[in-house]
């Protein structure tokens, strides 16, 4: 393709760490030499694309960039001879929207292996309100039941609930016979959580233990937790005998201070959630599971719908835990 512009937002670092976030027009030909261009139609705003776009080193490291760790959109180009112009495919993880200019922008250009085919039972719009947050929430719960999660065992919690990766993990799990009870700070979305597959909603307080005691009463038979700190340690001296805990989050604090007496007198399973990097063929497995049996109708629910022009104060807003489901930029 000959060089040619198209729009995208573009963070920069002026002078003393102050960074300016815009759309701007930039050249195709500017983008990283890989294999497959990329014509974006939608892309999600996640956490870390909020992080990226503020000068955040630990996910960024060089600027000017564009952020967006996930996009599905149509092929135009592809020296990938299993990857063909004219594919409908998805991408989430591994560096995209990281230090590889991502989908919030109208064009990437990734390696043939960080692309999904698109499911058939998907649409690309419905491929984006799952996105990184539905697929990290599908592993999450997938991991769960590797280990014997059962809904039989009794109710399962979810942290930060009413965000994305929470919500979808809320939504999942009842989906497949779950009762979840919904772990939230925000009084006004209780009625969006019981809309999504909430069978009880409990303030984050009930999840945040200031006793001190390294064990507690049973409360829940597992969890789903996004927050980490506290929260996580909460988790797990409340958790039921052999039940799991997945971990994909650290809103609250990347630190974990709890005893070894979950693990070795009831058994709970500590399960890490690191969908940036998770292999091709399950990768590929799970979303097969999130285009069939693990669909759910509430996707409408959970999403709303943004122009590039329209995402700036959204940025903020996710930063302060103001959001509620996904937001999804209509890039076309």
Same mark, same amino acid.
């Given at each position: 393709m000959k060089s040619k512009l198209f729009k995208a937002l573009v963070v920069r670092e002026k002078d003393?760490?102050?960074?300016?976030?815009?759309?701007?027009?930039?050249?195709?030909?500017?983008?990283?030499?890989?294999?497959v261009l990329i014509r974006v139609r939608y892309s999600g705003l996640n956490y870390k694309d909020?992080?990226?776009?503020?000068?955040?080193? @630990?996910? %960024?490291?060089?600027?000017?960039?564009?952020?967006? &760790?996930? /996009? #599905?959109?149509?092929?135009?180009?592809s020296r990938n001879e299993l990857i063909k112009p004219g594919d409908e495919v998805l991408v989430t993880g591994y560096d995209l929207g990281m230090n590889t200019d991502g989908g919030l922008g109208e064009y990437i250009r990734v390696p043939g292996e960080w692309i999904v085919p698109k499911p058939q039972d998907l649409?690309?719009?419905?491929?984006?309100?799952?996105?990184?947050?539905?697929?990290?929430?599908?592993?999450?719960?997938?991991?769960?039941?590797?280990?014997?999660?059962d809904p039989g065992d009794g109710e399962v919690v979810v942290t930060g609930a009413s965000g994305g990766v929470g919500s979808l993990a809320v939504t999942i799990?009842?989906?497949?016979?779950?009762?979840?009870?919904?772990?939230? @700070?925000? %009084?006004?979305?209780?009625?969006?959580?019981?809309? &999504?597959? /909430? #069978?009880?909603?409990?303030?984050r307080e009930a999840v945040d233990d200031q006793s001190g005691r390294p064990l507690l009463k049973c409360q829940w038979a597992g969890a789903f937790d996004t927050v980490g700190g506290n929260v996580l340690a909460t988790l797990l001296k409340a958790c039921a005998r052999h039940g799991n805990i997945a971990s994909c989050g650290n809103v609250l604090s990347y630190k974990l201070e709890t005893t070894v007496f979950p693990f070795i007198l009831n058994g709970v399973n500590?399960?890490?959630?690191?969908?940036?990097?998770?292999?091709?063929?399950?990768?590929?497995?799970?979303?097969?599971?999130l285009?069939?049996?693990?669909?759910?109708?509430?996707?409408?629910?959970?999403?709303?719908?943004?122009?590039?022009?329209?995402?700036?104060?959204?940025?903020?807003k996710i930063l302060q835990g103001k959001i509620i489901g996904r937001i999804i930029v209509e890039m076309d």
């Open positions: 003393d760490r102050v960074f300016v976030k815009e759309f701007e027009r930039k050249e195709i030909m500017d983008l990283p030499d890989n294999d909020a992080l990226s776009a503020t000068g955040n080193k @630990g996910v %960024t490291k060089h600027y000017p960039h564009t952020p967006g &760790i996930d /996009a #599905s959109g149509v092929v135009e180009e649409t690309l719009k419905e491929c984006m309100i799952y996105g990184t947050a539905g697929f990290t929430a599908s592993l999450g719960i997938h991991k769960m039941l590797q280990m014997g999660q799990l009842n989906r497949i016979g779950f009762d979840v009870i919904a772990s939230t @700070g925000k %009084t006004d979305a209780h009625v969006y959580l019981e809309n &999504i597959g /909430a #069978s009880r909603i409990i303030d500590l399960l890490g959630i690191d969908s940036a990097t998770c292999p091709m063929p399950l990768r590929k497995e799970l979303w097969q599971k285009a069939g049996e693990w669909k759910t109708d509430k996707l409408d629910q959970i999403a709303k719908f943004v122009k590039p022009g329209e995402l700036n104060p959204y940025i903020d």
